[in-house]
Nanobody
């Protein structure tokens, strides 16, 4: 069982920046991808960014390309999401997730472990 804990959420004005962190309880070679998802009230959970723990391949949703950057540390137990040029439509609960098998970075149903989430609120 891998436990994930997010931090770094908060309230910012449009155009501002936040850095989200996700701490995994352990490193395991079973984790192929780490991803960030978000869910706004009344909307489905959507993939935001994803990184393959082995080779560092990254994927981004079109809505965040050029503004968000996902990264991991050398221990591969920390994953970060740097969010710049934030927009009000980025307001959501942000979740960190781990995928241990094959699957798609954009499909939350493919991910096996989830954190509790951290709230991001962007005001205009």
């Amino acid at each position: 069982q891998v436990h994930l804990v997010e931090s770094g959420g908060g309230s910012v004005q449009a155009g501002g920046s936040l850095r989200l962190s996700c701490a995994a309880s352990e490193y395991t070679a079973r984790i192929y991808n780490m991803g960030w998802f978000r869910q706004a009230p009344g909307k489905e959970r959507e993939g935001v960014a994803c990184i393959s723990t082995g080779i560092g391949f990254t994927w981004y949703a079109d809505s965040v390309k050029g503004r968000f950057t996902i990264s991991q540390d050398s221990t591969k137990t920390m994953v970060y999401l740097q969010m710049n040029a934030l927009k009000p439509e980025d307001t959501a609960m942000y979740y960190c997730a781990a995928l241990t098998g094959s699957g798609s970075c954009s499909n939350p149903r493919d991910f096996d472990y989830w954190g509790q989430g951290t709230q991001v609120t962007v005001s205009s």
